[in-house]
């Protein structure tokens, strides 16, 4: 299994960024998707989770500003956040569970107020 995640970067609040996750090596539609981040000091927090059946949830730290989605044709997951605050910076993960937690190598997003 190998997550594969990419599109952070630097960025002024109130701007925006799409992830996306590349996927491997398991049955990807079959299975949910989640987002999480890690901001430096604090503990690892979920942001997004997508089932396979498209139903969606969030943070509410995120809701109405980001919006996770899901291709099954390319085995990808995004993570769209707009109105980006300086509390967003965190290094974004993309996690699947399935008989254990994988997780992607990491991106940095950093939003400068």
């Known amino acids: 299994v190998q997550l594969q995640a990419s599109g952070g970067g630097l960025v002024q609040a109130g701007g925006s960024l799409r992830l996306s996750c590349i996927a491997s090596?398991?049955?990807?539609?079959?299975?949910?998707m989640d987002w999480y981040r890690q901001a430096p000091g604090k503990q690892r927090e979920l942001v997004a989770r997508?089932?396979?059946?498209?139903?969606?949830n969030y943070a509410d730290s995120v809701k109405g500003r980001f919006t996770i989605s899901r291709e099954n044709a390319k085995n990808t997951v995004y993570l769209q956040m707009n109105s980006l605050k300086p509390e967003d910076t965190a290094v974004y993960y993309c996690?699947?569970?399935?008989?254990?937690?994988?997780w992607g190598q990491g991106t940095q997003v950093t939003v400068s107020s």
């Open positions: 997508i089932t396979s059946g498209i139903r969606t």
């Open positions: 090596g398991f049955i990807f539609s079959d299975n949910g």
């Open positions: 996690h699947v569970r399935l008989l254990r937690d994988y």
